[in-house]
């Protein structure tokens, strides 16, 4: 059975940075698109970042900039995101999502951006 697990999530000042790491288990096929999603308390859940298998990115306009998405290319089937200039409306659970025929899901990390 496919699984994602996020790690990298916590609590950060505002103007800080955070790393948010996602691996998949079980596996036996690349995956085409891999990405971040967020929600925050009250909101929906919206796309902040997505990176194709062959490299092709696209960014919220909110975290552009700021954000970086990328794939390892030494480990399959592993996404990050580097998060710098946080600031407190990037608050929320962040998702890892992937796609093959499917769309899977992790169980989210929390970020909170807070003095």
């Known amino acids: 059975q496919v699984q994602l697990v996020e790690s990298g999530g916590g609590l950060v000042q505002p103007g800080g940075s955070l790393r948010l790491s996602c691996a998949a288990s079980?596996?036996?096929?690349?995956?085409?698109?891999m990405g971040w999603y967020r929600q925050a308390p009250g909101e929906q859940r919206e796309l902040v970042a997505r990176?194709?298998?062959?490299?092709?990115?696209?960014y919220a306009d909110s975290v552009k900039g700021r954000f970086t998405i990328s794939r390892d290319n030494t480990v399959e089937n592993t996404v990050y995101l580097q998060m710098n200039s946080l600031k407190p409306d990037d608050t929320a659970v962040y998702y890892c999502?992937?796609?093959?025929?499917?769309?899977?899901w992790g169980q989210g990390t929390q970020v909170t951006v807070s003095a």
């Open positions: 999502r992937a796609v093959h025929t499917r769309v899977y």
């Open positions: 990176i194709s298998s062959a490299g092709n990115t696209n």
């Open positions: 079980g596996s036996t096929f690349k995956f085409d698109t």
